[in-house]
């Protein structure tokens, strides 16, 4: 019904920058919210950054300065803006979507396939 495509992961050295895209497409009613999500090996997900439609944005206190989440409403798109990277931010990168559909009126979170960040000199 809803697929989300991420892109834009990669290698990059210390203090380098990156720039996540996540598309949104499909029976697509109304987006409540995008942001992402990152896991790291042996390690839980956990939350980088979110956006609610017509809201605030979020941002965990380690990524807190050095991210910007961004949308374009009209695309479907959420984007992450990654400055100032460190190695401790590898990890690979979810995006996801708060989604109404016309078959599920409750919204729903639809999760992308990820996208693998690597912070290496």
């Known amino acids: 019904q809803v697929q989300l495509v991420e892109s834009g992961g990669g290698l990059v050295q210390p203090g380098g920058s990156l720039r996540l895209s996540c598309a949104a497409s499909g029976s697509i009613f109304s987006i409540f919210a995008m942001g992402w999500y990152r896991q790291a090996p042996g390690k839980q997900r956990e939350f980088v950054a979110s956006s609610p439609t017509g809201g605030v944005t979020n941002y965990a206190d380690s990524v807190k300065g050095r991210f910007t989440i961004s949308r374009d409403n009209a695309k479907n798109t959420v984007y992450l803006q990654m400055n100032s990277l460190k190695p401790e931010d590898t990890a690979v990168y979810y995006c996801?979507?708060?989604?109404?559909?016309?078959?599920?009126?409750?919204?729903?979170?639809?999760w992308g396939q990820g996208t693998q960040v690597t912070v290496s000199s």
């Open positions: 996801y979507a708060d989604v109404q559909t016309a078959a599920r009126l409750v919204p729903f979170d639809y």
